[in-house]
């Protein structure tokens, strides 16, 4: 009885020897400032940063130290700073960016092409006859950026995406998930914004959407900064050069160009006028 258990404890006395030779030999040793870089990282793994992930974005930030504190879009300012204080250099400049997208062909302003029966996926239906809407470059409002949106940032609302501005981290989920490649990510201060991808000339595109543009050039006429281009028959705004005045927005004849501080304005004041109905009469005093 005493040999089986001899050879159970040789046995295990030589496994034993043999790992922890292998752990010498295949050690791999630990960054610790990647280490703790990663651990002040959110972790949502978007690639918003430009890198694969968290991981490669801490190993980036610890092997060279030039590499900018302020790539997280997720973190923001907060994580920049922290990730700064490790490597002991300046965090940088943060400004908050947000999904925009590029469409506002809301169902009631624009012609259907075709019923669509099939997935629910914008992926699937742009790859027949290029989608529902007479508007080939429109929001397909079936809502693949909504599912890949970790943050709750993004819905379909009557048959067009809208980004919530205050919950979007601008991780850029929804921009990789759009097949129509309508999603871009902006700075937040930019708040006058061409809503609309259409490249069709103006005859055109009227007959797709009553609110695309049409390319007419009287927002480029009426900026006074430069900031306003027609290109390819459609207006862009130059985020950088744009000072958020509007005039460009009060020029467009089709409402495609959209100032949202008005916009935001307007709903205050509804919301103040319906809370104001909705409070009971005070009653005189006694």
Do not use: W
Request: hydrophobic share 45%; charged share 20%; with cysteine.
């Amino acid at each position: 009885m005493a040999i089986p258990i001899i050879l159970v404890v040789a046995v295990g006395l030589v496994c034993a020897v043999m790992l922890s030779i292998a752990s010498k030999v295949f050690f791999v040793p630990v960054d610790e400032t990647a280490a703790a870089l990663r651990e002040v990282l959110p972790g949502a793994n978007c690639g918003g940063c430009g890198f694969a992930g968290c991981d490669d974005y801490a190993n980036t930030l610890a092997a060279d130290h030039d590499t900018p504190c302020n790539k997280c879009p997720v973190g923001g300012a907060a994580v920049a700073a922290k990730l700064a204080a490790i490597l002991g250099v300046e965090a940088g400049s943060s400004e908050k960016q947000v999904a925009v997208v590029q469409c506002n062909g809301a169902n009631e302003v624009t012609k259907t092409l075709l019923q669509y029966e099939g997935l629910t996926s914008c992926k699937a239906a742009a790859s027949l006859y290029g989608g529902l809407k007479l508007c080939q470059f429109g929001c397909l409002g079936l809502g693949d950026c909504v599912a890949a949106c970790n943050y709750d940032a993004i819905r379909v609302v009557n048959g067009v995406a809208k980004v919530d501005r205050n919950a979007c981290v601008a991780c850029g989920a929804c921009a990789k998930a759009c097949p129509k490649h309508l999603i871009r990510i902006a700075p937040e201060k930019n708040q006058v914004i061409c809503f609309c991808s259409n490249t069709d000339k103006g005859a055109n595109t009227r007959k797709a959407c009553e609110v695309g543009c049409i390319g007419c050039m009287k927002c480029e006429k009426t900026c006074k900064f430069d900031a306003v281009h027609v290109e390819n028959n459609k207006a862009f705004i130059d985020p950088e050069k744009c000072k958020n005045c509007g005039m460009c927005a009060k020029a467009c004849p089709t409402g495609a160009i959209i100032n949202l501080r008005v916009l935001t304005k307007a709903k205050a004041d509804a919301a103040k006028k319906a809370a104001e109905a909705a409070a009971p009469e005070a009653k005189p005093a006694a």
